[in-house]
């Protein structure tokens, strides 16, 4: 089993460009959520993917966007970069959308410069 | 908003001493408490949760204690190894959303 995985690893864009990170869940998981981690700080919530939809929101504004595919996996999209948007991306998969035994992959390394 | 706070922010100790990390919420609500280990370059790894039916949970050197009344829950790692060095994060989750809210994490080393 490869566990949470996720793309690219480290990725650097500039302000007001555009970037799609990748995340593919634990088998046998139907259930995506996107969480931010700054740099000493734990991980926020931005949302969670459950039958293609979008189920629930954290306080993230519209240009942090997502989809999920029939297959599970998912993407996150975020528009108009600001420096602010540096941090590590993490997906986190699970069966059901109760947030009970998340399963984590190792993130994606957005720095925008 | 709801939160959840973490102390303290780092904890030292020798290799088989104890060690104890505290955090508090502020949702009353909240029903499950999960704790995850963090290592360099790693996601989150789950290690160990509760629910708020429960009063204490253990498994192997590794407990975890919920006091409803005070709303704060502990984690408890004996007999500490090198290892166990990372940053480890609470967090509670939300009654009537589900949100899952971190604490802010606690950088663990253990000394040989």
């Known amino acids: 089993d490869a566990g949470v995985t996720q793309s690219p690893t480290h990725l650097i864009k500039t302000r007001g460009q555009q970037v799609t990170l990748r995340c593919s869940p634990k088998s046998g998981h139907d259930t995506v959520s996107w969480y931010q981690q700054a740099l000493g700080q734990g991980p926020q919530f931005i949302f969670q993917y459950y039958e293609e939809e979008e189920r629930q929101r954290g306080n993230f504004p519209d240009r942090f966007s997502g989809h999920q595919f029939p297959n599970y996996s998912s993407e996150l999209n975020v528009n108009a970069l600001l420096l602010g948007d540096s941090a590590l991306y993490l997906c986190?998969?699970?069966?059901?959308?109760?947030?009970?035994?998340?399963?984590f992959g190792s993130g994606t390394q957005l720095s925008v410069l | 908003g709801e939160n959840v706070e973490q102390h303290p922010s780092t904890l030292s100790v020798q290799e088989g001493d104890s060690a104890v990390i505290k955090c508090t919420y502020s949702d009353s609500a909240s029903n499950y408490f999960p704790w995850y280990k963090q290592e360099l370059g790693k996601g989150p790894q789950l290690i160990i949760d509760i629910r708020s039916n429960v009063g204490e949970k253990k498994d192997q050197r590794i407990a975890v204690t919920l006091n409803k009344t005070a709303k704060h829950f502990s984690l408890h790692i004996t007999e500490t190894q090198p290892e166990d060095s990372a940053v480890y994060f609470c967090?509670?989750?939300?009654?009537?959303?589900?949100?899952?809210?971190f604490g802010t994490g606690t950088r663990l080393q253990v000394f040989p």
């Open positions: 986190a998969s699970s069966q059901g959308v109760a947030n009970e035994k998340l399963f």
């Open positions: 967090a509670a989750r939300l009654y009537n959303t589900d949100k899952l809210i």
